[in-house]
């Protein structure tokens, strides 16, 4: 019985880990276990942006509030359909980095996108 308890308790801990820590909530345990293991990590993040703000962008928001929020993207490109990707984070040495992105269609959020990218 107490290993039951033990185990239970064990698991609810990892589970609410995730919605507790931001960068495992965006790059997920996987991404997190990389960075460890890989100790390596050299993510450079536009001037405004936070995980906070960033874990805040939802479906459907306007252009305008994505700025307001996390402020001017490094990048805007044009992707086909009509779609734009916004990109937050970059590797200054282009090796693994933290990806932050923001993909808006008619000037609303269509995904948000967010991992730890290896190379």
Do not use: A, C
């Amino acid at each position: 019985m107490k290993k039951i308890i033990i185990l239970i308790g064990s698991i609810s801990l990892i589970l609410s880990v995730k919605f507790f820590v931001p960068t495992i909530r965006l790059d997920g345990y996987s991404g997190t276990f990389n960075r460890i293991i890989l100790n390596r990590d050299d993510t450079l993040y536009t001037s405004k942006y936070s995980n906070t703000d960033f874990l805040s962008i939802k479906k459907e928001m306007l252009y305008n509030e994505v700025i307001l929020k996390l402020g001017k993207p490094f990048s805007i490109e044009k992707l086909k359909g009509g779609y734009l990707r916004l990109t937050y984070s970059r590797s200054p040495k282009d090796t693994h980095y933290r990806v932050r992105q923001i993909i808006m269609k008619e000037n609303k959020v269509d995904d948000v996108i967010s991992y730890f990218y290896i190379d």
